[in-house]
């Protein structure tokens, strides 16, 4: 078995895989500061775009297990702002599962890149949960609630707030201590552009006019909404995944729940993918895409395999994954 072959030699990012309890890879490629050849490591602290729905997830089903919310809760029950058009009957299960039909801030069946949401309203405006706001409470909604799976940042937006409101405290603050602490993911947290501590990598995204690299601080929201925007590593990952399927974060009843199909489609269950695996199983991944970003971790239940994959340089982590699969099947 040799996995670095399959691995590009201008990838950066970090590349880790556990079979049946043993790391079988792990190793750390590129820089995290291109021009002050600053390597990456196994510790860096990567971004992770949409990879935070996960952590979000898990701390709405932690609340729902503490009698603080129900799946059937309504937003406008919860959430003491004008909605305007939306529905105010959406539920948190909806909200979960993408299929509120809340209107979506950046949809990714009509815009392309995320760094075009930023031509009329400054991304460095975006420091909490609130400042997403004015991106859609003045759109209508996207079709009625319950009418069908269409993946949705702006529910996830919501749920950030909804922690918020019931917490009375920032949602990544409610994360950090009813998550990460829990599972010493000590190197995890939500961090500003322009305040990021040690060991955090920089994005690149490549200028094909220039022939240069430059840094996503102007492509992406300052600071993560719940939405996304997590910065973690590789190793607090694998603690997550640990810890999470062990039931030491919510049970294992309502880990379940988070990673059996919630949609008719089976591609989904609450904040986390889902792909068909043997028999009638899935295997469970969660993953994110921005401006010089990508990620992807999955965890094969029926094989106790883990593959976590994470690029500052955006290059194509889900190819990788393809080809360390078939690797493995040899």
């Not at 590009?8 to 500061?33: L, P, Q, R, T």
């Not at 409101?165 to 322009?194: H, Q, R, W």
């Not at 994110?288 to 990508?294: A, H, I, L, R």
């Amino acid at each position: 078995m040799n996995i670095e072959k399959i691995i590009d030699s201008d990838f950066n990012g970090v590349v880790f895989v556990k079979n049946a309890g043993h790391i079988i890879f792990e190793k750390a490629f590129g820089y995290a500061d291109l021009y002050n050849s600053i390597p990456n490591e196994l510790e860096t602290k990567f971004a992770t775009a949409s990879g935070g729905k996960a952590f979000v997830a898990t701390g709405i089903l932690k609340l729902i297990e503490e009698g603080r919310l129900s799946f059937d809760d309504c937003i406008g029950d919860i959430l003491d702002m004008d909605l305007q058009s939306i529905d105010p009957q959406i539920t948190i299960h909806q909200l979960l599962n993408h299929t509120s039909g809340i209107p979506d801030y950046f949809d990714e069946t009509v815009m392309e890149e995320y760094d075009e949401l930023w031509k009329d309203y400054p991304n460095y405006k975006i420091r909490t949960s609130s400042d997403i706001i004015p991106l859609f409470i003045n759109k209508p909604m996207m079709y009625l609630k319950g009418e069908k799976f269409q993946y949705n940042n702006t529910g996830y937006v919501v749920l950030g707030l909804i922690i918020e409101k019931i917490l009375g405290c920032p949602f990544d603050i409610y994360l950090e201590e009813a998550v990460f602490k829990s599972c010493n993911m000590l190197n995890t947290g939500y961090y500003e552009l322009d305040r990021l501590p040690a060991k955090c990598a920089n994005s690149y995204i490549y200028d094909k006019e220039r022939k240069e690299f430059y840094t996503n601080i102007y492509s992406v929201d300052v600071k993560g909404t719940g939405a996304g925007g997590v910065f973690t590593t590789a190793l607090d990952i694998e603690a997550f995944w640990k810890n999470l399927l062990n039931g030491k974060i919510i049970s294992k009843k309502m880990v379940s729940k988070m990673i059996e199909p919630q949609v008719k489609e089976q591609c989904y269950g609450y904040g986390i993918w889902l792909k068909k695996g043997e028999g009638n199983t899935f295997i469970p991944y969660f993953q994110g895409s921005d401006s010089g970003v990508s990620f992807y971790t999955s965890f094969d239940i029926q094989n106790n395999m883990c593959i976590i994959l994470m690029s500052n340089f955006a290059d194509n982590v889900w190819k990788i994954n393809r080809e360390i699969i078939k690797e493995l099947d040899k």
